[in-house]
């Protein structure tokens, strides 16, 4: 093509673009109103579906934010549910750990043996039948009976204040007394029995070797396993006893067996119904306690000063 022909041709183009562009503003004008009409609606509708879209994500927005607060506080409610939990089986295995460390100590303790030297000067007499023991000399005008339980810490206290005395007197002759040992708080253990076991050892130690019952029974109150933990067990009761000089197949029979412990229920439940043996408590309700001292089948006040003297100086005035 020559450059003159070229030329033509761009005119030509140009022409018939610009007839084309005539014709579309000429005769179909109203067309394109229409058109622009309708793109116009095009628009509207575009802003009005821009502004649903932007209100739909607005809502969704909200309703994010507001899930994602109510997660955090789940979260937070959850996260707090979670350290309760965690506190609390925090302590109970603290707990555990700690009774069970208290077990281990109670176990590895060793019951010192304490010896009652004036005790050889008096007979201690065991009535097998009865699972009592009755000690001091046969000629004492006054005779105490006392129910008693190796775990009780209001016995325990009546033997530090008044153990002195009455082994005075049982030296001297004026007084026996008559051990009723009971299992009052068996269940009061941890584990339970230890009651049982105590006073089954200790009956035990009056028949083999009765010469030695005030001395074991003095031991179990100088250390006196606390009320509600773990008592002593049976190897440490063994133990002590075989330290005060009592042991051999007999008395290991009586141990393994528990010989006296249906002898030792059968002696609490009949303290507990015997109504001449109830006392007051400080709630005005009668009923039976340990320790119950008994002299001429009545409680005796052991807290009143000077009670064994004033019961001895009596037995004389009226002998």
Known sequence: MTLSEAR???????????????????????????????????????????????????????????AARGVRKDSTKIIIGVIVVVLVAAGVVGGVLYSQHQKNVSAETIIPAKTVPGSSSYPQVLDKANATVLVGKPTAKVT???????????????????????????EAGTIQVRYHMLNLLDN????PGYSSLAANTALAVATVAPEKFMDIHYSLYQKQ????????TQAQLTSLAN???????????????????????????????DQSLYQTDSDGTKGFGTPTIVYNGQPVNYQTTGWLETIINSAKSKA
């Open 144 to 170: 105490l009976d006392a129910y008693e339980d190796f775990e009780c810490p209001i016995c325990d206290e009546f033997e530090a204040s008044n153990f002195t005395d009455i082994e005075k007197q049982l």
């Open 8 to 66: 033509t041709s761009v005119i030509r183009n140009i022409t018939d673009e610009a007839d084309c562009c005539a014709r579309e503003s000429g005769p179909d004008k109203r067309a394109g109103g229409a058109v622009g009409r309708r793109e116009k609606m095009t628009v509207g509708g575009a802003q009005r579906k821009n502004r649903r879209i932007k209100q739909d994500q607005t809502a969704k927005a909200a309703a994010a934010v507001a």
């Open 243 to 273: 330290r005060l000089g009592v042991s051999g197949a007999t008395f290991n029979n009586l141990i393994n067996n528990g010989t006296y412990k249906a002898q030792i229920n059968k002696n609490m439940l009949a303290a507990n119904s």
């Open 188 to 191: 009061s253990s941890s584990p």
């Open 225 to 232: 396993p606390e009320e509600g933990k773990a008592g002593w």
